[in-house]
């Protein structure tokens, strides 16, 4: 129906056919041992949960589960305790004050409803009798090209709860294969649950084969470069590009820290941190990487609800007026040339930043095509413009989310972010070229990470292949700076 791939297009399908072949190897042993005690506890689980809430009740009938929302929550408010809802952030702020015996049951219902040990049994369901899954990777699964996950979806692996430290892995493997729930319980921090831990090691199931090693490459925070670049935020370029701490200094911007509590700030170990600059340091962080499409005061908060409204606020604020003052200018004028070229149908428009808009309204499907500067194209079909929620123009736009196809707002925040993302992207695909070229095999990508498997793999020759940047990023000013490590299990 689109024809033949362009010639560049090919080459990263065909890429991604051979890292899909090729496959990783997975730690079965190590799966079914976290089902196991997943199993056991869930158990226990059960046995605490039917002595507080079903104690003398026989007919099943009435016995109320973890998993029956209302009936639990009518239970809860019969115990006096009036819940709007049993979702995650309710149940959390709701344990803080609970009796002992109510945050126990909402404690479990927590566990049960907890979805990211769900991913074990995807991973038995993926992975062939040799221990290797392939066919994860799904090619062009976003707009921007980004790869999507399928069947046990390495894409959404969940961030580590517990941090374990990567002399410790090895044990903490030994631990959960024996089932040393004492020794395990001993990892948990205040605060924390078995489950917690147990998510938290779900990535060292990926290992490598017998006789390799797996070397993993990161692009540092590449999307916040990115924007800075093309808004030409020169000065938290160079600051990126000296080897600075850019969260330490947006947070220094966000809490208006006085020069000897700057200068303190930024001389301390990043291991040294006390308590109140991790929180400076961790709110920095929060606006680097969050604040560069668009983002309201109301969805950092929404996204983050750890996070006071008042602080997402002035973290919001902080990076549009002081920290990167240059970026708003990118979200409107990539806003304007992509209307100008709606509205002028079959001419180019050229942001200030290099990117080109057009609208070609002869396609069967017609549609406003965004040109990237190394020549790659994403596209809008069957575009519009219309008021939006607010009562401002907007893009409308056909495409697939959630697997319902929609039409879809593409608002300042969302042209910004696909243009970015896209770029990120590319960046990866010419990292896996280069990687093949040299005679590596990259047997993943997760978001910005690459996972090559092989022997005599070097920390320093990874980040040498991995941050080589082509000559349009040159020309964009983009800083690349790759972090790479050396492993026999996959880990953050």
């Not at 066919?135 to 374990?164: D, E, S």
């Not at 205040?190 to 390799?212: Q, Y």
Request: proline share 4%; glycine share 6%; with cysteine.
């Amino acid at each position: 129906m689109l024809g033949p791939l362009p010639d560049q297009e090919r080459s990263v399908w065909e890429l991604d056919q051979a890292i899909n072949d090729e496959g990783f190897q997975n730690d079965l042993e190590l799966v079914h041992a976290m089902l196991r005690l997943r199993a056991e506890a869930l158990e226990k689980m059960q046995d605490d949960f039917d002595r507080i809430v079903n104690a003398g009740i026989n007919n099943p009938d009435r016995r109320i589960s973890p998993m029956q929302i209302e009936r639990l929550r009518q239970w809860l408010l019969e115990q006096g305790e009036a819940l709007e809802n049993l979702r995650k952030g309710t149940l959390v702020e709701a344990l803080k004050e609970a009796a002992p015996d109510l945050r126990r049951v909402m404690q479990i219902r927590l566990e049960y409803a907890a979805s990211s040990l769900k991913k074990l049994n995807a991973m038995v369901a993926g992975t062939d009798a040799s221990g290797v899954a392939r066919g994860t990777l799904v090619y062009h699964g976003a707009g921007t090209g980004r790869w999507t996950g399928r069947r046990l979806q390495p894409q959404n692996l969940p961030r580590p709860l517990i941090k374990i430290k990567s002399d410790q892995i090895e044990d903490l493997v030994a631990e959960i294969k024996a089932g040393h729930i004492t020794a395990l319980q001993r990892r948990v921090p205040e605060g924390h649950t078995l489950t917690d831990l147990l998510v938290s090691s779900l990535r060292h199931i990926v290992i490598a084969r017998p006789g390799m090693s797996l070397a993993v490459g990161d692009f540092e925070m590449i999307e916040a470069c990115v924007v800075l670049a093309l808004a030409k935020q020169w000065d938290k370029v160079e600051l990126i590009r000296s080897g600075k701490d850019p969260y330490r200094d947006m947070g220094a911007a966000i809490y208006k820290l006085a020069p000897e509590q700057r200068e303190a700030f930024f001389a301390a170990l990043k291991d040294a941190l006390n308590a109140e600059q991790e929180a400076w340091r961790a709110a920095g962080k929060t606006g680097v990487l969050s604040c560069g499409f668009a983002v309201s005061g109301e969805g950092l908060h929404n996204k983050y609800p750890w996070l006071s409204a008042d602080i997402c606020n002035q973290i919001v604020a902080t990076y549009r007026a002081i920290w990167a003052s240059r970026v708003p200018t990118l979200w409107s004028n990539l806003k304007k040339m992509a209307h100008a070229a709606i509205r002028n149908p079959g001419k180019e428009f050229r942001a200030d930043c290099g990117v080109q808009y057009y609208f070609d309204p002869r396609a069967k499907r017609p549609a406003l095509i965004c040109r990237l500067l190394n020549g790659k194209e994403i596209f809008y079909p069957e575009p519009e413009i219309k008021s939006d929620k607010f009562g401002r123009p907007a893009i409308f736009f056909s495409a697939v989310k959630g697997q319902v196809y929609r039409r879809n707002c593409a608002w300042k925040g969302l042209l910004t972010e696909n243009v970015v993302s896209a770029l990120a992207r590319e960046l990866l695909v010419e990292a896996i070229a280069r990687l093949k070229a040299a005679g590596h095999r990259v047997i993943l990508s997760v978001h910005d990470e690459l996972v090559v498997e092989g022997v005599d793999l070097t920390k320093e020759l990874m980040e040498e292949l991995m941050s080589a940047a082509p000559q349009w990023a040159i020309d964009a000013g983009i800083p690349i700076a790759v972090e790479a490590f050396i492993t026999q299990r996959y880990r953050k």
